[in-house]
């Protein structure tokens, strides 16, 4: 499973809290990803990172912000939960061969 | 705009009985096509990539680029197929990122 764990796995929150998910790597990778899966959507990019303090935005950036100060972890931040957040968020990190991703088990988020 | 299309939500077909998950692009350049599959209490992984050319359990799928389509065809299809199937785009000038564009995927339902 490519080393990579995420918490919390579940989480219910109310409109307005903060709220933080991490994704944790095992490999060393350089490359990790924050992608959310929605009916109808698919998975869309959030944001990505290349390497420690260094990141970018995704398709679907607005409300949340991420940190890498440490190769291994990667984290997503709502600042303020919106119930439009309300998703399932993977971490991802890249693998050796284009295109290649390999994916966490993903955490469900609910924002009521 | 980039864009991966999957017309079908649910696909619902016999064992034994071909298989076609549809998927179209729009990009005007020459992508990087891939299908991933994510099965019941699995992680989503990789299935195949076009440029490998590759049969992968039993699945194929071929590049159209008149028809900008990338379908995922099995002759016969078996009850452990059934799954979510992502296809993906990655753009050919990512610099190396992996940033891959997602379909809203397809189910596939393989009944006894």
């Known amino acids: 499973d490519a080393g990579i764990t995420q918490s919390p796995r579940h989480k219910v929150t109310e409109t307005g809290t903060p709220v933080t998910l991490r994704c944790h790597q095992t490999?060393?990778?350089?490359?990790m990803y924050w992608y959310r899966q929605d009916p109808g959507h698919g998975l869309r990019l959030i944001h990505y990172?290349?390497?420690?303090?260094?990141?970018d935005k995704g398709e679907v950036s607005d409300g949340y912000s991420v940190s890498r100060s440490k190769t291994e972890d990667f984290l997503l931040t709502l600042e303020s939960a919106t119930s439009s957040q309300t998703s399932v968020y993977f971490c991802?990190?890249?693998?050796?061969?284009?295109?290649?991703?390999?994916f966490g088990e993903g955490s469900r988020l609910t924002v009521l | 705009a980039q864009r991966v299309t999957q017309p079908e939500k649910l696909l619902s077909v016999f064992k034994g009985a071909p298989v076609e998950l549809k998927c179209n692009y729009s990009?005007?350049?020459?992508?990087?096509l891939f299908w991933y599959v994510q099965y019941s209490r699995q992680r989503l992984q990789l299935l195949l990539r076009?440029?490998s050319r590759e049969s992968i359990k039993g699945f194929t799928a071929d590049l159209n680029k008149g028809e900008t389509s990338f379908h995922l065809k099995k002759p016969f299809a078996q009850e452990e197929d059934s799954a979510m199937y992502y296809c993906?785009?990655?753009?050919?000038?990512?610099?190396?990122?992996?940033?891959?564009?997602f379909g809203a995927g397809t189910r596939l339902a393989v009944h006894p």
């Open positions: 490999e060393n990778h350089r490359y």
């Open positions: 991802a990190i890249r693998g050796t061969s284009p295109g290649e991703l390999f």
């Open positions: 076009h440029i």
């Open positions: 993906a785009l990655q753009p050919e000038f990512s610099g190396g990122y992996n940033k891959l564009i």
């Open positions: 990172s290349y390497g420690v303090k260094d990141t």
């Open positions: 990009y005007s350049g020459s992508p990087e």
